[in-house]
């Protein structure tokens, strides 16, 4: 297993960088450092000037003296399609052929798109000789426009990841769990149960209103109420996580929701707005906190109140340790 390893988050706005250092005593943040890329990503999330990402990019490993082993990246990007698949037991080299064909045919790509994807094993017996599975996918042009920069500049990442996969390693938690991580562009809702994937979901809603007082205002944003736009953007998302809940509450046939999601944890920049916290705990009935990623012995409160946005990072951090 890696001594060291370096946990990136590339978002619409920052490039956000954790460093983690295994120890006799168990891995420790080492450095963390935030930079922005000055527009460089689209809020769509694709890469459109690739000088502005990557000197932000070497910049933001400069600050950490991240160095440039075990670099392990989540991206945001609306150009991302996750959907569940149920497919015949096969051969692996043959079951690839089949997801690759099947998201040619459903995902809302062009055609002609050629895709990038990844898969994971969903948790149920294989009834029937089939298999459920929880596919990823994106176009590689995308997928290029985060790592053809970085190859030119001779760094290369271990590993890039769409989406919010990494915060079970740093924010775990028992019975089922609603991950939540925000953005300006929009959010991600990933939802395990007894830290297995159940569900996945983009939420691709305007939260800008939202994200900027949370930002701006150190000592506290304030309530959604305070502005139109924020109380459209606040109701936007509060409506599509309360069907995305009620989903799976239905999939899983229980009477409420509560009995199949435990919590709601809230990553990104309004993990770090305890008015919008509240006001998420109250719509949906259902406890909710901001994420405080947990590393390792005397580690408690590293980030201070900085801990939400850093999730996601510190999560990508944490899997490089385990697993590279």
């Not at 898969?119 to 994106?138: E, I």
């Not at 939420?203 to 924020?230: E, H, I, K, S, Y």
Request: glycine letters at 8%; a neutral charge.
């Amino acid at each position: 297993m890696a001594r060291r390893a370096v946990g990136i988050e590339v978002n619409e706005e920052v490039i956000r960088i954790v460093v983690l250092r295994r120890t006799r005593r168990g891995p420790v943040v080492e450095a963390r450092a935030a930079v922005s890329h000055g527009g460089a990503v689209e809020p769509s999330g694709v890469v459109t000037d690739t000088n502005g990402y990557l000197h932000a990019f070497q910049e933001a490993l400069e600050r950490a003296r991240a160095g440039r082993l075990n670099l392990c990246i989540a991206v945001a990007s609306q150009h991302m399609d996750v959907r569940e698949l149920e497919l015949p037991i096969m051969p692996q080299r043959d079951l690839e052929h089949a997801i690759r064909f099947e998201l040619a045919n459903v995902t809302r790509f062009g055609t002609g798109e050629d895709l990038a994807f990844d898969y994971v094993s969903l948790p149920g017996d294989q009834q029937r000789g089939r298999r459920r599975l929880l596919a990823l996918s994106a176009p590689r042009r995308v997928v290029r426009s985060f790592l053809d920069p970085l190859y030119a500049a001779a760094i290369y990442p271990e590993v890039l990841e769409m989406g919010p996969f990494a915060l079970p390693w740093v924010c775990p938690r028992e019975g089922g769990v609603c991950y939540l991580h925000t953005g300006a562009a929009g959010a991600y809702v990933l939802i395990l149960e007894a830290q297995e994937f159940r569900l996945a979901r983009r939420v691709n809603v305007d939260l800008t209103p939202l994200v900027r007082p949370a930002v701006d205002n150190a000592q506290g944003p304030a309530a959604p109420g305070a502005d139109p736009l924020a109380v459209k953007s606040f109701e936007e998302l509060a409506v599509n996580l309360e069907r995305t809940l009620d989903f799976h509450r239905v999939r899983r046939r229980a009477a409420q929701v509560a009995e199949v999601v435990d919590g709601v944890v809230v990553s990104g920049d309004l993990g770090r707005d305890l008015q919008f916290v509240r006001d998420l705990e109250q719509r949906l009935g259902i406890p909710v906190t901001p994420a405080d990623p947990i590393v390792g012995p005397g580690d408690a409160r590293a980030f201070g109140d900085e801990a939400p946005v850093y999730a996601l990072a510190c999560g990508m951090g944490a899997r490089g340790l385990a697993t590279l």
